[in-house]
């Protein structure tokens, strides 16, 4: 089984669990522990993150949260993951942030989510990295600096970032038609 049908698996699965569990009166906590804890449920997850505790898949049922719309969930499993310099959590909360999900419009921060998850070696980090750079979005316009790096993150693997490059970085070949509005230049 491929890892993005196993992470929908769980994901789903999570959500199920999530609906069922809403009026459970099982979970209960006392000085002891938790009786039958939820294992594959947001709010399993979240109260095990809640409680220091972290797994890997903790981020797929963030990304599951984020597309059933549950976007405060997911900020809050990003957050952490990003705080933790998981790459796939900086690069879904710089998602969040450039979005406007659970919070305020912020390209500032996304874009600097993007750059750290380019640092931390994920070839998405920089071709979003790339692109804030040479959209100017979040941070300063630069279009010799945004294709230098495109060029590192077509090197690093990502076929996205190879087209740009063969497209003569024409943005509009890697960005759907309906984001033009987020990306015109700003007059002021």
């Given at each position: 089984?491929?890892?993005?049908r196993?992470?929908?698996?769980?994901?789903?699965a999570?959500?199920a669990?999530?609906?069922?569990?809403?009026?459970?009166?099982?979970h209960?906590s006392?000085?002891?522990?938790?009786?039958?804890?939820?294992?594959?449920?947001?709010?399993?997850?979240l109260?095990?993150?809640?409680?220091?505790?972290?797994?890997?898949?903790?981020?797929?049922?963030?990304?599951?949260?984020?597309?059933?719309?549950?976007?405060?969930?997911?900020?809050?499993?990003?957050?952490?993951?990003?705080?933790?310099?998981?790459?796939?959590?900086?690069?879904?909360?710089?998602?969040?942030?450039?979005?406007?999900?659970?919070?305020p419009?912020?390209?500032?921060?996304?874009?600097?989510?993007?750059?750290?998850?380019?640092?931390?070696g994920?070839?998405?980090?920089?071709?979003?990295?790339?692109?804030?750079?040479?959209?100017?979005?979040?941070?300063?316009?630069?279009?010799?600096l945004?294709?230098?790096?495109i060029?590192?993150?077509?090197?690093?693997?990502?076929?996205t970032?190879?087209?740009?490059i063969?497209?003569?970085?024409?943005?509009?070949?890697?960005?759907?038609?309906?984001?033009?509005?987020?990306?015109?230049?700003r007059l002021?």
């Amino acid at each position: 089984m491929n890892i993005k049908r196993t992470t929908c698996i769980l994901a789903c699965a999570a959500f199920a669990s999530h609906a069922m569990a809403e009026d459970r009166d099982s979970h209960v906590s006392d000085e002891f522990g938790t009786k039958n804890p939820e294992e594959l449920s947001m709010r399993g997850a979240l109260d095990r993150m809640r409680h220091g505790e972290w797994h890997p898949m903790t981020g797929a049922i963030g990304y599951g949260a984020a597309k059933a719309g549950m976007h405060e969930e997911a900020r809050e499993i990003f957050s952490e993951s990003a705080r933790r310099d998981n790459v796939q959590g900086l690069t879904w909360l710089s998602w969040m942030e450039d979005n406007g999900l659970a919070g305020p419009e912020n390209p500032e921060a996304a874009a600097e989510l993007d750059r750290r998850a380019m640092e931390l070696g994920s070839e998405i980090g920089a071709f979003n990295y790339g692109l804030d750079v040479l959209r100017g979005r979040g941070v300063p316009y630069d279009q010799d600096l945004g294709e230098q790096i495109i060029r590192k993150a077509a090197e690093m693997g990502s076929e996205t970032a190879q087209h740009l490059i063969d497209n003569d970085f024409d943005l509009d070949s890697v960005t759907p038609d309906a984001d033009a509005w987020k990306y015109e230049k700003r007059l002021f």
